[in-house]
């Protein structure tokens, strides 16, 4: 219900970076108790939003109020006082530490002699926890938790802030599907107690099963505010995207050609672990030209299919892998690298991208001696290999002597595929490609990844988005806790079928 | 957060690289080396750089050739994301080693200071520069087979091989001349000239940092160093053999060392393992940061280093000349200072230090009572003999900066304002 006095009331907030204006001219009203989802493709300014709602970003054009009173906080503290808490969606806890001391941490309970009040901290945080559904011992270190309790054990936190205001930052994307449900009981429990939640998530089913009302962001600018019952999936797509999504239709008419790659009986032990194998009993093959996908929840083995692959796996390997029909064992990338098998990661920042390194640096890294006579490395070849790349690639830059952290997130990833491309590879590997990266950017990559099948590359790709997957692939195998559960055809997939197997036996 | 400026990508024209070869940070410490001597020129009473800079210049010149050597072997080791601490100790056992080889091979000689042969000689320095590729191994080995933290192998040898070069000198002169000695006199005139001829060093000491610097820049190796050092995980998903760069990077640090170890023996005239380079690894690894390069790896660059190197000799000998008497005592104190401007002057040049308050809170009470202190004892220490006893004189210039600091702090805190736009750490991540 709209109360006279908006909860939250931004008015003309501009953001800029140099170079950049992150926010525009943002102005709208937050009703208190609502649940108000905040969409927008990446880099539409959700982030950029929230982070001057809880004090992160200080600095700032126009004014937002809280309660009719402007406000304009100092820092994370100050948002924290007032209210208003976030959970962030790379979890923000101390791994090392219990839930209870996660929970507590900077507000430490504490006895009559100054120590520390472990039994008290305990007692509190497990009463919250149970009021979240979350069957947790509170001294339980949180690197033992599961994600999902991770993401309760920072709402249980939030809680004990007494927040009023809770932002939640795509907090789904690492969660199974039993814990997404419990996630929203417990979003319904929030609300019941009158908690306004700002919900960030790209999820269309989720924003339509939550909201109340829908603001879509796009290019920094505030598009339009609809309640949901107003308005439908597609045209708040549309608003987000600028454009009607046309159907892709890429796998059309693709022919697959001679196996590449089998897999017999790939296992991985997991020492020291309860489920003893990463990957159990893995069978499969790849052929030319086609483009075979790896759906899973997280943790049920897709890097490490691709890790064991590429011979990057940290533990040695069970099983045989035949590339071209001659049975191989990589100890090292390099070698794989050598073979023709290469491997874009998951985690582009932390194990993709040379952040001191330029964009030409980032793209010639694993083919510099193709630029190299007697091992010195001839400028102007270089120069080649990196511009012909990023045309070829479409990489948005400045030039290929810009430094990599200054493109977007997709044109990281273009360039970091083009990387690879130049070692002239059979197999392609391409661990959840599109993760972080814009609409527009993902469509580029689906293209890329269409062409060079289409030009007899074997490509194994994994996502955690299954429509992706389903646009994507000629085949989808499924695992589910180090096993292959299922594998579809593409015209026998559908994103049920593969929740199904990738489920099996959990509840 | 999609920031990349949209725009095609353009083939880098003379005038791009003309622009990025002006902007380079190298030329920040070329001015400031600049800047010292013309200091120094003026500072010094005697003005010896205007009228006698012949002296002055190939004495820097040693120094820096000198400590430049084996600096280099730190910045690669650092560049590639390691550390090397164990370079003075290297030093004083390859010098060690040196010396017992000719020892070994030439006990009437070297006992009564006769000349040695030129077979000797260079079979001495050959085994020595062995004795530093097996050093460079077994910190590889340490590193990355046992899995030891840089930190921790090289700070094991930092120990342990300045004893074991003590013990090898003791036990070599006791079973060849009878007599036991914590030092081999070097008395060969060919060999020594090798340091005091001083164009020995410069010219070898150039020719080093040239092939460092091709190595790094112009080489597969040392961009795949760079990548080692920036992203170890990334560097070795993109095929490159981390390890063997690892090995390759310990044994340059600690080959380097080892002819820095052979040139200060000459220069010395004997090899005393106990004391000699003591204390160097430090200054190399502070050379190298001076220099431009960033102890979290990645980052860094030769000439940076080279000037580094420069930069820390002219600043040491430009305060010698200017306090004259007792200059090496305050040596580490120079290079302590040095380093903690020159880091903190790029840090604040790339992130911008303007609104940032250095002296606020309890911790800025603190900071202004040690600084205050710091200038009272330093004016005690070096004041002339004046008319004030030099109680009164610290008591005097510890006051006043006690005074000004507080002043300073009182500015700060009503810049408060200000400091709220000091832009934030993820704001210059944009920027840079």
């Given at each position: 219900?709209?109360?006279?006095?908006?909860?939250?009331?931004?008015?003309?907030?501009?953001?800029?970076?140099?170079?950049?204006?992150?926010?525009?001219?943002?102005?709208?009203?937050?009703?208190?108790?609502?649940?108000?989802?905040?969409?927008?493709?990446?880099?539409?300014?959700?982030?950029?939003?929230?982070?001057?709602?809880?004090?992160?970003?200080?600095?700032?054009?126009?004014?937002?109020?809280?309660?009719?009173?402007?406000?304009?906080?100092?820092?994370?503290?100050?948002?924290?006082?007032?209210?208003?808490?976030?959970?962030?969606?790379?979890?923000?806890?101390?791994?090392?530490?219990?839930?209870?001391?996660?929970?507590?941490?900077?507000?430490?309970?504490?006895?009559?002699?100054?120590?520390?009040?472990?039994?008290?901290?305990e007692r509190a945080a497990g009463k919250l926890l149970v009021e979240l559904e979350c069957h947790i011992h509170p001294w339980q270190l949180v690197q033992e938790l599961r994600v999902g309790d991770q993401q309760l054990v920072e709402i249980a936190k939030a809680l004990s802030l007494e927040t009023e205001i809770l932002i939640m930052d795509e907090p789904t994307s690492a969660l199974t599907e039993?814990?997404?449900?419990?996630?929203?009981?417990?979003?319904?429990?929030?609300?019941?107690?009158?908690?306004?939640?700002?919900?960030?998530?790209?999820?269309?089913?989720?924003?339509?099963?939550?909201?109340?009302?829908?603001?879509?962001?796009?290019?920094?600018?505030?598009?339009?505010?609809?309640?949901?019952?107003?308005?439908?999936?597609?045209?708040?797509?549309?608003?987000?995207?600028?454009?009607?999504?046309?159907?892709?239709?890429?796998?059309?008419?693709?022919?697959?050609?001679?196996?590449?790659?089998e897999v017999r009986n790939l296992s991985l032990p997991w020492t020291g672990h309860a489920r003893r194998w990463r990957l159990r009993d893995v069978n499969f093959q790849l052929r030319r030209g086609e483009i075979l996908g790896i759906a899973g929840l997280m943790g049920a083995g897709r890097t490490e299919i691709l890790e064991c692959l590429f011979g990057a796996n940290l533990e040695p390997l069970?099983?045989?892998?035949?590339?071209?029909?001659?049975?191989?064992?990589?100890?090292?990338p390099v070698e794989a690298m050598r073979a023709g098998i290469v491997l874009v990661t998951e985690d582009r920042k932390r194990l993709g991208v040379f952040a001191d390194m330029t964009v030409g640096d980032n793209i010639t890294i694993c083919d510099l001696a193709e630029a190299a006579v007697a091992g010195l490395v001839s400028r102007r070849s270089e120069r080649r290999l990196a511009d012909d790349?990023?045309?070829?690639?479409?990489?948005?830059?400045?030039?290929?002597?810009?430094?990599?952290?200054?493109?977007?997130?997709?044109?990281?990833?273009?360039?970091?595929?083009?990387?690879?491309?130049?070692?002239?590879?059979?197999?392609?590997?391409?661990?959840?490609?599109?993760?972080?990266?814009?609409?527009?950017?993902?469509?580029?990559?689906?293209?890329?990844?269409?062409?060079?099948?289409?030009?007899?590359?074997?490509?194994?790709?994994?996502?955690?988005?299954?429509?992706?997957?389903?646009?994507?692939?000629?085949?989808?195998?499924?695992?589910?806790?180090?096993?292959?559960?299922?594998?579809?055809?593409?015209?026998?997939?559908?994103?049920?079928?593969?929740?199904?197997?990738?489920?099996?036996?959990?509840? | 957060?999609?920031?990349?400026?949209?725009?095609?990508?353009?083939?880098?024209?003379?005038?791009?690289?003309?622009?990025?070869?002006?902007?380079?940070?190298?030329?920040?410490?070329?001015?400031?080396?600049?800047?010292?001597?013309?200091?120094?020129?003026?500072?010094?009473?005697?003005?010896?750089?205007?009228?006698?800079?012949?002296?002055?210049?190939?004495?820097?010149?040693?120094?820096?050739?000198?400590?430049?050597?084996?600096?280099?072997?730190?910045?690669?080791?650092?560049?590639?994301?390691?550390?090397?601490?164990?370079?003075?100790?290297?030093?004083?056992?390859?010098?060690?080693?040196?010396?017992?080889?000719?020892?070994?091979?030439?006990?009437?000689?070297?006992?009564?200071?006769?000349?040695?042969?030129?077979?000797?000689?260079?079979?001495?320095?050959?085994?020595?520069?062995?004795?530093?590729?097996?050093?460079?191994?077994?910190?590889?080995?340490?590193?990355?087979?046992?899995?030891?933290?840089?930190?921790?192998?090289?700070?094991?040898?930092?120990?342990?091989?300045?004893?074991?070069?003590?013990?090898?000198?003791?036990?070599?002169?006791?079973?060849?001349?009878?007599?036991?000695?914590?030092?081999?006199?070097?008395?060969?005139?060919?060999?020594?000239?090798?340091?005091?001829?001083?164009?020995?060093?410069?010219?070898?000491?150039?020719?080093?940092?040239?092939?460092?610097?091709?190595?790094?820049?112009?080489?597969?190796?040392?961009?795949?160093?760079?990548?080692?050092?920036?992203?170890?995980?990334?560097?070795?998903?993109?095929?490159?053999?981390?390890?063997?760069?690892?090995?390759?990077?310990?044994?340059?640090?600690?080959?380097?060392?080892?002819?820095?170890?052979?040139?200060?023996?000459?220069?010395?005239?004997?090899?005393?393992?106990?004391?000699?380079?003591?204390?160097?690894?430090?200054?190399?690894?502070?050379?190298?940061?001076?220099?431009?390069?960033?102890?979290?790896?990645?980052?860094?660059?030769?000439?940076?280093?080279?000037?580094?190197?420069?930069?820390?000799?002219?600043?040491?000998?430009?305060?010698?000349?200017?306090?004259?008497?007792?200059?090496?005592?305050?040596?580490?104190?120079?290079?302590?200072?040095?380093?903690?401007?020159?880091?903190?002057?790029?840090?604040?040049?790339?992130?911008?230090?303007?609104?940032?308050?250095?002296?606020?809170?309890?911790?800025?009470?603190?900071?202004?009572?040690?600084?205050?202190?710091?200038?009272?004892?330093?004016?005690?220490?070096?004041?002339?003999?004046?008319?004030?006893?030099?109680?009164?004189?610290?008591?005097?210039?510890?006051?006043?900066?006690?005074?000004?600091?507080?002043?300073?702090?009182?500015?700060?805190?009503?810049?408060?304002?200000?400091?709220?736009?000091?832009?934030?750490?993820?704001?210059?991540?944009?920027?840079?």
């Amino acid at each position: 219900m709209p109360s006279p006095v908006p909860l939250i009331a931004f008015q003309h907030v501009t953001k800029r970076f140099p170079g950049v204006v992150a926010l525009e001219d943002i102005s709208f009203d937050i009703h208190a108790g609502e649940l108000h989802a905040i969409v927008g493709e990446n880099g539409a300014g959700k982030s950029t939003l929230m982070k001057i709602l809880s004090g992160v970003i200080t600095d700032y054009e126009g004014q937002w109020s809280l309660r009719g009173q402007a406000v304009r906080f100092q820092g994370t503290r100050d948002a924290e006082k007032a209210g208003i808490s976030i959970i962030h969606q790379e979890l923000n806890l101390v791994e090392e530490l219990s839930a209870a001391a996660n929970i507590f941490l900077g507000r430490e309970k504490r006895t009559a002699l100054g120590l520390l009040d472990d039994r008290a901290m305990e007692r509190a945080a497990g009463k919250l926890l149970v009021e979240l559904e979350c069957h947790i011992h509170p001294w339980q270190l949180v690197q033992e938790l599961r994600v999902g309790d991770q993401q309760l054990v920072e709402i249980a936190k939030a809680l004990s802030l007494e927040t009023e205001i809770l932002i939640m930052d795509e907090p789904t994307s690492a969660l199974t599907e039993a814990e997404a449900a419990r996630l929203f009981r417990v979003i319904a429990r929030l609300r019941a107690r009158g908690v306004t939640i700002l919900y960030i998530s790209h999820k269309m089913g989720e924003v339509f099963r939550l909201a109340d009302r829908i603001s879509v962001l796009r290019d920094g600018r505030r598009v339009q505010t609809l309640p949901r019952e107003a308005t439908n999936a597609r045209q708040i797509t549309h608003l987000m995207v600028g454009r009607e999504m046309e159907a892709v239709h890429l796998g059309n008419q693709r022919q697959s050609g001679a196996v590449v790659l089998e897999v017999r009986n790939l296992s991985l032990p997991w020492t020291g672990h309860a489920r003893r194998w990463r990957l159990r009993d893995v069978n499969f093959q790849l052929r030319r030209g086609e483009i075979l996908g790896i759906a899973g929840l997280m943790g049920a083995g897709r890097t490490e299919i691709l890790e064991c692959l590429f011979g990057a796996n940290l533990e040695p390997l069970h099983g045989e892998i035949l590339l071209e029909g001659h049975s191989v064992r990589f100890t090292h990338p390099v070698e794989a690298m050598r073979a023709g098998i290469v491997l874009v990661t998951e985690d582009r920042k932390r194990l993709g991208v040379f952040a001191d390194m330029t964009v030409g640096d980032n793209i010639t890294i694993c083919d510099l001696a193709e630029a190299a006579v007697a091992g010195l490395v001839s400028r102007r070849s270089e120069r080649r290999l990196a511009d012909d790349m990023v045309l070829k690639m479409g990489v948005k830059t400045a030039g290929i002597h810009a430094s990599i952290t200054s493109l977007s997130g997709g044109n990281q990833q273009k360039a970091i595929i083009g990387r690879w491309l130049l070692t002239r590879p059979k197999v392609l590997l391409l661990d959840d490609p599109t993760r972080g990266i814009d609409v527009g950017a993902k469509a580029e990559v689906y293209r890329i990844m269409d062409r060079l099948c289409r030009d007899g590359m074997g490509i194994i790709v994994t996502s955690s988005e299954l429509p992706e997957l389903l646009i994507l692939c000629d085949r989808i195998l499924v695992l589910c806790e180090g096993r292959l559960t299922a594998e579809f055809a593409r015209h026998e997939a559908s994103e049920q079928r593969i929740m199904e197997a990738a489920t099996l036996g959990q509840t | 957060m999609t920031s990349a400026p949209p725009s095609v990508p353009s083939r880098a024209s003379a005038y791009a690289s003309l622009r990025r070869a002006l902007l380079r940070p190298e030329w920040g410490l070329v001015l400031a080396v600049a800047a010292v001597v013309v200091l120094t020129g003026l500072l010094d009473d005697r003005h010896n750089y205007w009228y006698n800079p012949g002296d002055s210049a190939i004495n820097v010149l040693r120094q820096t050739s000198m400590l430049g050597i084996f600096s280099l072997g730190a910045a690669i080791v650092i560049i590639s994301g390691g550390i090397d601490l164990s370079s003075g100790s290297v030093i004083a056992f390859s010098g060690s080693i040196c010396a017992t080889l000719m020892v070994l091979m030439a006990p009437e000689e070297m006992k009564a200071a006769r000349l040695l042969g030129l077979g000797t000689i260079s079979t001495a320095i050959v085994g020595t520069l062995v004795v530093g590729l097996l050093i460079g191994s077994l910190h590889a080995w340490l590193i990355t087979v046992v899995g030891l933290p840089p930190f921790v192998a090289t700070l094991a040898t930092l120990v342990g091989l300045r004893s074991l070069g003590r013990a090898i000198v003791e036990n070599v002169t006791a079973a060849t001349w009878g007599g036991r000695s914590t030092q081999i006199q070097i008395y060969d005139s060919r060999f020594r000239y090798l340091a005091t001829s001083v164009w020995i060093p410069a010219v070898l000491f150039v020719v080093l940092a040239g092939l460092a610097w091709l190595l790094l820049s112009r080489t597969v190796i040392g961009r795949h160093l760079h990548a080692l050092g920036g992203n170890e995980q990334a560097a070795r998903l993109s095929g490159i053999q981390t390890d063997r760069l690892k090995w390759l990077a310990y044994c340059i640090s600690a080959v380097l060392s080892s002819i820095a170890g052979i040139l200060y023996i000459g220069d010395q005239s004997a090899a005393h393992p106990q004391t000699l380079g003591q204390g160097y690894e430090l200054n190399a690894i502070a050379a190298a940061v001076v220099g431009g390069c960033s102890l979290r790896g990645g980052v860094g660059t030769i000439p940076g280093t080279v000037l580094g190197v420069l930069f820390l000799r002219t600043v040491i000998d430009g305060v010698a000349k200017v306090i004259k008497t007792g200059a090496d005592v305050y040596e580490g104190l120079i290079v302590g200072s040095v380093v903690v401007v020159a880091v903190a002057f790029t840090q604040f040049r790339q992130a911008g230090g303007r609104g940032k308050r250095f002296l606020s809170g309890p911790l800025g009470i603190a900071t202004a009572i040690n600084l205050s202190l710091l200038a009272g004892v330093l004016a005690a220490l070096l004041a002339p003999k004046t008319f004030l006893g030099e109680g009164m004189l610290a008591l005097i210039t510890g006051g006043v900066t006690l005074l000004v600091l507080i002043v300073l702090r009182w500015i700060e805190g009503r810049r408060t304002g200000n400091a709220r736009t000091a832009p934030l750490p993820s704001d210059k991540l944009r920027s840079a």
